[in-house]
């Protein structure tokens, strides 16, 4: 994506549920996913029910997605990381993680994510 056009698509915003993958199926039970909150922490998750298998900080960087990434149990502190947006509209993310793969966040709609059995919808 030319740079003028990687500007202009900064203005979509990164926070909701996004799967991680080509395939950008939001009903597939299992599929990888984030949950990017407005306050700056993120949740790695299993659709639809969970459980949440990362936690970390993540941030905005314009042409770049930074985080930090934590696997629970927590064992050290987490690095920050950047993964470089190749392509980046108000519905899907193509990025290079660090080590150089190839990552794809689709937008999941609303309702994509619920809360596990027996726990109580917030």
Request: hydrophobic share 40%; net charge positive; proline share 11%.
């Amino acid at each position: 994506m030319p740079l003028a056009s990687l500007l202009i698509a900064a203005a979509a915003p990164l926070t909701g549920l996004w799967v991680v993958g080509e395939a950008a199926d939001c009903s597939r039970p299992g599929a990888n996913a984030w949950v990017l909150m407005a306050d700056g922490l993120y949740a790695e998750t299993s659709l639809p029910r969970g459980p949440i298998t990362a936690v970390g900080r993540w941030r905005d960087g314009g042409d770049r997605l930074i985080y930090t990434h934590a696997h629970i149990p927590f064992t050290a502190p987490a690095p920050e990381r950047a993964m470089v947006m190749n392509e980046r509209t108000e519905q899907r993310l193509a990025m290079t993680a660090p080590s150089g793969r190839k990552r794809v966040f689709s937008r999941c709609p609303a309702g994509s994510l619920s809360a596990p059995p027996g726990q109580p919808q917030h």
